[in-house]
């Protein structure tokens, strides 16, 4: 069964510094790969996914995802975090059946302090 | 283009009572996902409808939730009887597509947050 993991509940970081929210993935077959934010009381917004090709992939204000498939990773980054960037961030993969089903990770809070 | 819509986007009631949520997906989409995400947990499919037909419930409790999609438009997902473990907040999504083949992107709505007292 597809699934990601999310280790990290939470991600502290300096405005300014670079960050990086990691996920790492079990698929059978070729993976398709999501990051969302979640802001408090709304819902989720897409990012960028991965499907096939260039294993950086750029996404929606600033972000970027590296596709490692030796260490089946799939690393959300920003090389410099904004304090607006404090959200929920999930990771998700298509499931292999016929269906678009998304299986989501448990999260990672990211915390900017000014 | 209008993002996909939903209502109400809070509801309390108490266990045993019934509730409905609506969703309205993006123009032109053919795939309508329900999706329940519990505090502290990622979302978790209910149900998938592609245009007006059922593609994947398998993860609904059919004893107490049901959903259409007349239509092949918008969506009402209905809980009755209401249990304390389904607190949590309802999300609606749509794609374009959503078959088989490459994957489509999601766009979800805010959401309803509902409590089961």
């Known amino acids: 069964a597809q699934s990601v993991a999310q280790p990290e509940d939470q991600v502290n970081v300096a405005e300014g510094n670079p960050l990086t929210v990691k996920c790492t993935y079990s698929v059978s077959g070729n993976p398709y790969l999501f990051w969302y934010v979640q802001y408090p009381n709304r819902g989720l917004q897409f990012l960028l996914k991965y499907i096939t090709g260039d294993n950086l992939v750029k996404g929606s204000y600033g972000f970027e995802a590296e596709f490692n498939k030796s260490q089946t990773s799939f690393h959300l980054k920003k090389p410099s975090a904004l304090v607006s960037d404090s959200a929920l961030y999930f990771c998700?993969?298509?499931?292999?059946?016929?269906?678009?089903?998304?299986?989501f990770g448990t999260g990672t809070l990211l915390a900017v302090q000014p | 283009e209008a993002g996909v819509a939903q209502s109400p986007r809070y509801k309390i009631i108490e266990k045993r009572q019934s509730v409905a949520f609506w969703c309205n997906p993006i123009s032109g989409h053919a795939t309508l996902y329900w999706y329940q995400q519990i505090l502290g947990q990622g979302p978790k499919l209910l149900i998938q409808?592609?245009?007006?037909?059922?593609?994947?419930d398998s993860q609904l409790p059919k004893d107490r939730f049901s959903a259409e999609r007349l239509k092949g438009v918008d969506s009402t997902l209905k809980i009755q009887p209401a249990k304390l473990e389904d607190s949590a907040v309802y999300l609606c999504a749509s794609s374009r597509a959503g078959g088989t083949g490459r994957a489509d992107t999601q766009y979800f709505g805010p959401g309803t947050r509902l409590t089961v007292l």
């Open positions: 998700a993969v298509r499931d292999g059946g016929a269906t678009n089903k998304l299986i």
């Open positions: 409808f592609q245009n007006n037909g059922v593609v994947d």
